[in-house]
């Protein structure tokens, strides 16, 4: 029988977030966050199947440069949320979300807030489920350096969702 177990990700994890080369181009931006955990501003959570193969991961800054987004005391910001396709609808990413969000409130964290992609409904179904609100939208604009060095600018229109970790339990 296969077993998932969720987990913050350690500096020997970053290999496995590239997802076998699909993510290679953020692989500077995994590094530069995994330097951000290691100052105690992020967190990277993964799921793998059986201690083995990673098949999910989530990004949670702590504190980051937008504090409508993530303020160090209050308010934390999740990104880079993925569970693999042959993976998904097993309650894998329930499970992931209700592990994020008890370690936030044991870290006094009474708010999350995540950007969703207007043009992915599953996605943003999945959060309401999960007693995200939309509370406005976001233009997506950001930019990253890829493993070759080149600055890639991106456009990504999204939802900006929030939940209030005071008042809400997930299901």
């Known amino acids: 029988?296969?077993?998932?177990?969720i987990?913050?990700?350690?500096?020997?994890?970053?290999?496995?977030?590239?997802?076998?080369?699909?993510?290679s181009h953020f692989r500077r931006l995994y590094a530069d966050t995994?330097?951000?955990?290691?100052?105690?501003?992020?967190?990277?959570w993964i799921a793998e199947m059986d201690g083995r193969s990673l098949i999910g991961q989530c990004f949670v800054s702590l504190k980051g440069n937008?504090?409508?987004?993530?303020?160090g005391t209050q308010r934390a910001y999740i990104y880079g949320f993925r569970v693999k396709p042959q993976f998904r609808n097993q309650g894998i990413g329930t499970t992931m979300m209700q592990i994020i969000e008890d370690d936030l409130k044991q870290r006094s964290f009474t708010q999350v807030t995540l950007n969703v992609g207007q043009n992915n409904q599953a996605a943003r179904r999945?959060?309401?489920?999960?007693?995200?609100?939309?509370?406005?939208?976001?233009p997506g604009r950001w930019s990253y350096i890829n493993e070759k060095g080149k600055r890639r600018d991106m456009h990504e229109p999204?939802?900006?969702?929030?939940?209030?970790?005071?008042?809400s339990h997930t299901p």
């Open 66 to 71: 937008r504090p409508e987004l993530a303020d």
């Open 126 to 138: 999945f959060y309401e489920r999960l007693r995200y609100v939309v509370i406005g939208s976001d």
């Open 34 to 44: 995994f330097t951000l955990v290691q100052d105690a501003k992020a967190v990277i």
């Open 7 to 23: 987990r913050q990700a350690t500096k020997d994890d970053l290999p496995s977030l590239e997802w076998n080369g699909e993510y």
């Open 158 to 167: 999204a939802w900006r969702m929030i939940k209030d970790l005071a008042l």
């Open 1 to 5: 029988m296969n077993q998932v177990f």
